[in-house]
């Protein structure tokens, strides 16, 4: 298994771009999600989805979009980059639907993101 | 609201010692604790995770942590720090959303250092 899976590993946009962060899972996992990392504030949900084609909200959802069509993948959109978007992006996946918490989460590598 | 806090910002330990990384936590009913460890420029790993039963969960690479109920606290040890182990350590509590969903709320880390 490779686990979690994110590309691009780095990226540099302008201002007002737009890109797609890939992420995918061959674990079978329903429960899919995305966390960005800042300095001294740990990591925070963006955006989650508890199976194919079910998505919501996380704490910081502004300026992003995900879509869920199959279990193996959970993209991430920038709509409109802006500077505050600067970040490292992390995907995630448990085997459970949302429901239980004691699944483990799995984390993919990330992807380290400037906004100039 | 459901926290857990890391009051230290980084943590010294010379080789051979026992090392302790301290989280306490505030949560509403049963807690579901995590630790993760991140090396540099990599993703999360998991570590160890506490659900219920044994106050004493061992976890991966001679890591464990102690749940106390009284103290509200999941510190992290291990009983003869390595100069590998050096990296940064984030406690985390998972949590349900409204939504449905779930997720796992981070402290803001703790960096271990690790000396010859």
């Known amino acids: 298994n490779a686990g979690v899976t994110q590309t691009p590993k780095f990226q540099v946009l302008k201002t007002g771009q737009s890109m797609t962060l890939q992420c995918a899972q061959d674990?079978?996992?329903?429960?899919m999600s995305w966390y960005r990392q800042d300095p001294g504030m740990g990591l925070r949900l963006i955006h989650y989805?508890?199976?194919?084609?079910?998505?919501d909200q996380g704490e910081v959802p502004n300026g992003y979009n995900v879509s869920r069509s199959t279990t193996e993948d959970f993209p991430l959109r920038l709509l409109s980059a802006a500077p505050s978007q600067t970040s490292v992006y992390f995907c995630?996946?448990?085997?459970?639907?949302?429901?239980?918490?004691?699944?483990?989460?799995?984390f993919g590598p990330g992807t380290r993101l400037t906004v100039l | 609201a459901q926290s857990v806090a890391q009051p230290e910002d980084q943590v010294n330990v010379a080789e051979g010692n026992p090392l302790t990384v301290k989280c306490t936590y505030s949560?509403?009913?049963?807690?579901?604790l995590f630790w993760y460890v991140q090396y540099p420029n990599r993703g999360l790993q998991f570590l160890l995770k506490?659900?219920?039963?044994?106050?004493l969960v061992k976890g991966s690479y001679g890591f464990e942590a102690e749940f106390n109920k009284s103290q509200t606290s999941f510190h992290l040890k291990k009983p003869s720090a390595l100069v590998s182990d050096s990296a940064l350590y984030f406690c985390?509590?998972?949590?349900?959303?409204?939504?449905?969903?779930?997720?796992?709320?981070f402290g803001t880390g703790t960096q271990l250092k690790v000396e010859l």
């Open positions: 674990m079978n996992h329903e429960y």
């Open positions: 995630a996946s448990s085997p459970d639907s949302g429901v239980s918490l004691t699944d483990t989460q799995y």
């Open positions: 506490y659900i219920t039963g044994d106050n």
């Open positions: 949560v509403s009913g049963n807690p579901y």
């Open positions: 985390a509590v998972r949590v349900i959303l409204t939504g449905g969903g779930n997720k796992l709320t």
């Open positions: 989805s508890v199976g194919a084609g079910i998505t």
